[in-house]
């Protein structure tokens, strides 16, 4: 069972996967509790290492790279997470909910020579686009509250 780190505090990273100058953008399926059929970047909330026996460092790099490959089906390595590819910090605190959230921005670059159908979405997602930085004004991202999104795109260029 999926836990975010605590009932109070999550860290909600995302990242910008970029391949000859487009980004891949998902669909979010019509049944997500946030933003349903809007789109979004890989990546979601850390969980919390329930089965870990000995003290860990950077858990946040092996945590997107595993929610990217759960998302995408794709391999991207824990050291692609470093402070050099970090594209957006910011942090939210919702008051009625009483929960404080760490939001990170990563731009991963892909080779070029990656085959883009390599792509196989999970169920979280229904559909999948490459598109280029100057048109994220087509897409939903739910309005408002998936504006950080669009800043973590911006910021990858």
Known sequence: MKHQLTQNVKL???AVLLHNGKVLILQR???????????D????NSE???SATENLENMHQTDIAREIKEETGLTV?????????????RTFFEAEKKLYSIIVGWRVELPGDFDRTQVKLSDE??????IAADEIHQF???????DFVKDIIRGAF
Request: charged letters at 30%; one cysteine or more.
């Open 12 to 14: 909600l990273q995302k």
């Open 29 to 39: 399926d019509e049944s997500s509790k946030s933003r349903p059929l809007c789109w």
């Open 125 to 130: 997602h229904i559909d999948h686009k490459w």
């Open 41 to 44: 970047l890989p990546g979601g």
């Open 48 to 50: 919390w290492p329930e």
């Open 140 to 146: 939903d991202f739910g309005g408002k509250k998936g």
């Open 77 to 89: 390595f824990d050291q692609h997470f470093t402070f050099e590819n970090m594209t957006l910090f």
